[in-house]
């Protein structure tokens, strides 16, 4: 069974590579296990003397509902669709977090949304990181 690695970030590209798998699970003979994730890149938090810091599991509660936000409508299509999946929140490099998840799930094939400027997006760099192919919807 083929396991795809779907990136999402909220945004309208990442949408349309949504809508792109649903479109085409009939490529495969099983539906494809899907991984949904949204990066999050890692907040330094600076610490001032006097000044209690935020703790660790106050930034993971963040990174959870900030991604929850950028994966809602991404769960809300495929759910639409019928079509079952795991989503996770990652943390930290974006490109790198998505690449290293991709191969330690043991994906096949990552599926992520054009960037809208190709100079220096997440997109090109996990295409350009990635051992695993990489569909870059349009």
Same mark, same amino acid.
Not at 2 to 16: F, P
């Given at each position: 069974?083929?396991?795809? !690695?779907?990136?999402?970030?909220?945004?309208?590209?990442?949408?349309?590579?949504?809508?792109?798998?649903?479109?085409?699970?009939?490529?495969?003979?099983?539906?494809?296990?899907?991984?949904?994730?949204?990066?999050?890149?890692?907040?330094? %938090?600076?610490?001032?003397? /006097?000044?209690?810091?935020? /703790?660790?599991?106050?930034?993971?509660?963040?990174?959870?509902?900030?991604? /929850?936000?950028?994966?809602?409508?991404?769960?809300?299509?495929?759910?639409?669709?019928?079509?079952?999946?795991?989503?996770?929140?990652? %943390?930290?490099?974006?490109?790198?977090?998505?690449?290293?998840?991709?191969?330690?799930? /043991?994906?096949? !094939?990552?599926?992520? $949304?054009?960037?809208?400027? !190709?100079? $220096?997006?997440?997109?090109?760099?996990?295409?350009?990181?990635?051992?695993?192919?990489?569909?870059?919807?349009?």
């Amino acid at each position: 069974m083929m396991k795809i !690695l779907l990136a999402v970030d909220g945004s309208k590209t990442s949408l349309d590579a949504v809508k792109f798998v649903i479109k085409h699970a009939h490529w495969f003979s099983e539906r494809p296990q899907l991984e949904v994730v949204s990066a999050h890149a890692q907040i330094s %938090v600076p610490r001032f003397p /006097g000044m209690a810091g935020i /703790g660790k599991a106050q930034m993971q509660q963040y990174y959870e509902e900030e991604g /929850g936000k950028r994966l809602a409508e991404a769960k809300k299509l495929l759910d639409q669709a019928g079509i079952r999946y795991e989503a996770r929140v990652l %943390v930290g490099n974006l490109a790198e977090v998505i690449v290293k998840h991709a191969a330690k799930a /043991g994906c096949d !094939l990552i599926v992520i $949304g054009a960037p809208q400027a !190709l100079i $220096g997006s997440v997109s090109s760099k996990v295409m350009h990181l990635s051992e695993v192919p990489v569909l870059m919807v349009k």
